[in-house]
């Protein structure tokens, strides 16, 4: 069997809510368009832009960004670097003057006729798909498909899945694969992971850019935590976060994130008290993500609040947590994430919240385990209880944003991690009557089986039996 490699920052990715799938994804696939146009000639000889959107990105863009998403990206706009709080401005200047600078070169561009959202059309290779189309002065015409397929990840139609030239020492696609190597080699998951991402580059490297990571995870959540407010929308739903910040901080300011998270330390450590905390953190991260903000795919942005929220709580509650520490974390929870992307898919319009609640917390909980001194098996054992408990979980988000009950499943799955770790660090690891290999599979075949209505169209469940408007209670 073929490898696929996929290295830690493949997983975790920095780019802008709301969705990883819907913003993210169309952001990067008109990026790899205007590519296209540059290699092809002068950016002047283009009269006009259109852009067709199919399945789910229809039926969900409005509310994902997605036509906000692939006008920022034709302007050659970075999601990793383009400052969030010019998103607006930006879209309004476009829709008002009816123009868009392709990278730099204008042309007439109207988003209200020029990005078209084909509703009952769509495409058979993944439900996540969008055209671009091109014309010249010269009358030529260009068009080209991608699929979003999740946690940003991008496929342009004709093309293989993208496959890795490195050569890994210890390539791997399955759980049995991990732990083969763990047993061969004696070295922890997180140890065969950053052995791995030795292919792509050198060990420093890897460390400083995970440690950047964590710091934009940590940032993520100090902005949730300290931004009130509505999120936008229309759902009228308010920011609870920073009200519950206040409230367990007992009104106290403080003036930068580590004096912050110091005094959250020394609050307490009662099971209300964590628990409040675990869930501010969750809360916090998606209502970020639920307003343009930056956030990290983890692996997904529906479900960036779970792996911030579960590090925090190891950061902030135990004791002799080092930088090494933080780096550990998140190798072992990418590989859990890489796993479930060869397995089955981290996509919820292919596989429902299972596909993105379910596997952000099965990584957190096996990442938890491992830095709290857990067995290879043992943190196996976490990633499997975790996702087991959230197979069969749809997405039916109302509205088509990123809000109810996205933001609450954050912080569920959060302490369904913290909760699966428990459990396997209490338990022998002969214990597992079920793999996570088991449950990865299972997970596939509940997607492939689960109703379309239930996977991010809106079409089912909450989106269609809670009345638009109401705020969230």
């Known amino acids: 069997m073929a490898h696929e490699a996929i290295s830690v920052f493949d997983i975790?990715?920095?780019?802008?809510?709301?969705?990883?799938?819907?913003?993210?994804?169309?952001?990067?696939?008109?990026?790899?368009?205007?590519?296209?146009?540059?290699?092809?000639?002068?950016?002047?000889?283009?009269?006009?832009?259109?852009?067709?959107?199919?399945?789910s990105l229809a039926k969900t863009g409005i509310g994902h960004g997605t036509d906000i998403a692939v006008q920022l990206g034709l302007s050659g706009d970075d999601p990793v670097t383009f400052n969030v709080d010019q998103i607006t401005p930006k879209i309004s200047q476009i829709r008002s003057q009816r123009k868009l600078l392709l990278d730099g070169q204008e042309i007439d561009f109207d988003p209200a006729i020029d990005i078209q959202f084909l509703y009952t059309e769509s495409l058979p290779f993944h439900p996540n798909a969008l055209t671009f189309l091109a014309k010249f002065k010269n009358e030529e015409t260009l068009a080209e498909t991608y699929y979003s397929i999740g946690g940003g990840f991008v496929i342009k139609e004709g093309e293989e899945r993208t496959k890795s030239s490195v050569s890994l020492p210890f390539p791997i696609n399955t759980a049995s694969d991990l732990l083969h190597w763990c047993i061969k080699t004696g070295l922890s998951i997180s140890e065969v992971v950053m052995e791995n991402e030795t292919a792509w580059r050198n060990e420093k490297e890897t460390k400083d850019?995970?440690?950047?990571?964590?710091?934009?995870?940590?940032?993520?959540?100090?902005?949730?935590?300290?931004?009130?407010?509505?999120?936008?929308?229309?759902?009228?739903?308010?920011?609870?976060?920073?009200?519950?910040?206040?409230?367990?901080?007992?009104?106290?300011?403080?003036?930068?994130?580590?004096?912050?998270?110091?005094?959250?330390?020394?609050?307490?450590?009662?099971?209300?008290?964590?628990?409040?905390?675990?869930?501010?953190?969750?809360?916090?991260?998606?209502?970020?993500?639920?307003?343009?903000?930056r956030v990290v795919t983890a692996p997904t942005n529906g479900a960036a609040g779970v792996i911030p929220a579960v590090l925090l709580y190891y950061l902030i509650f135990h004791e002799n947590v080092t930088d090494d520490k933080v780096i550990q974390f998140l190798l072992t929870a990418s590989e859990i994430g890489s796993i479930f992307k060869k397995g089955a898919t981290i996509s919820a319009a292919m596989g429902g919240c299972q596909a993105e609640i379910g596997v952000s917390s099965s990584m957190a909980a096996a990442a938890l385990t491992e830095v709290l001194g857990g067995t290879q098996r043992q943190a196996l054992m976490a990633a499997e209880i975790a996702m087991e408990h959230h197979l069969g979980m749809t997405c039916d988000p109302i509205a088509g944003l990123v809000q109810i009950p996205c933001i609450e499943r954050n912080t569920?799955?959060?302490?369904?991690?913290?909760?699966?770790?428990?459990?396997?660090?209490?338990?022998?690891?002969?214990?597992a009557k079920v793999s996570l290999d088991a449950v990865v599979e299972t997970m596939w075949e509940t997607a492939l089986d689960m109703n379309s209505k239930y996977k991010e169209t809106s079409e089912g469940g909450l989106a269609i039996n809670i009345p638009l408007g109401l705020s969230e209670c």
């Open 12 to 55: 975790f990715k920095i780019g802008v809510g709301p969705s990883s799938s819907h913003t993210l994804g169309p952001w990067r696939a008109a990026l790899r368009f205007l590519d296209t146009l540059k290699k092809r000639g002068p950016l002047s000889n283009i009269l006009e832009v259109q852009v067709l959107l199919y399945g």
């Open 209 to 293: 850019g995970l440690l950047n990571i964590a710091r934009i995870l940590k940032e993520c959540t100090y902005r949730g935590c300290h931004t009130e407010g509505v999120l936008p929308g229309g759902l009228n739903v308010k920011r609870r976060a920073a009200g519950l910040n206040k409230k367990l901080l007992k009104n106290k300011k403080y003036n930068n994130i580590e004096e912050w998270l110091t005094a959250i330390g020394q609050g307490g450590n009662s099971f209300q008290y964590i628990l409040d905390w675990v869930s501010c953190f969750a809360l916090a991260v998606n209502e970020e993500n639920a307003s343009f903000g």
């Open 412 to 431: 569920m799955g959060a302490i369904k991690a913290i909760t699966a770790s428990q459990l396997a660090l209490q338990s022998a690891p002969d214990y």
